[in-house]
């Protein structure tokens, strides 16, 4: 069993930077890969970023590659997911996902609350 808790989500300037935190906990926390995604209102949830177990694999959706830099610290058990050069449409809540495998569907074992970034234009 894996738990996820987010934070670091808030208001923020359209070209401005936030900087995501994903807490992760349990028994098998640090051999998890550890998604990043996130839901745009009256919009299907949609992947953003993933990072294997050691982080010597990432992986990035179009849409914010160049812009959004994943990483992880195993010693602090905790993701992160830093933002920068935002847009009104990165508004949404974000999650972070934890499975086993890599990958970029959404069919990951566990699962956070959600941590909400708006971005003002």
């Known amino acids: 069993q894996v738990q996820l808790v987010e934070s670091g989500g808030g208001l923020v300037q359209a070209g401005g930077s936030l900087r995501l935190s994903c807490a992760v906990s349990?028994?098998?926390?640090?051999?998890?890969?550890v998604g990043w995604f996130r839901q745009a209102p009256g919009k299907e949830r949609e992947f953003v970023a993933t990072i294997s177990w050691i982080g010597d694999r990432t992986y990035y959706a179009d849409s914010v590659k160049g812009r959004f830099t994943i990483s992880r610290d195993n010693a602090k058990n905790t993701v992160y997911l830093q933002m920068s050069s935002l847009k009104p449409e990165d508004t949404a809540v974000y999650y972070c996902?934890?499975?086993?495998?890599?990958?970029?569907?959404?069919?990951?074992?566990?699962w956070g609350q959600g941590t909400q970034v708006t971005v003002a234009s």
């Open positions: 349990g028994r098998t926390s640090r051999r998890s890969v």
């Open positions: 996902a934890a499975d086993t495998q890599f990958r970029i569907d959404d069919r990951y074992d566990y």
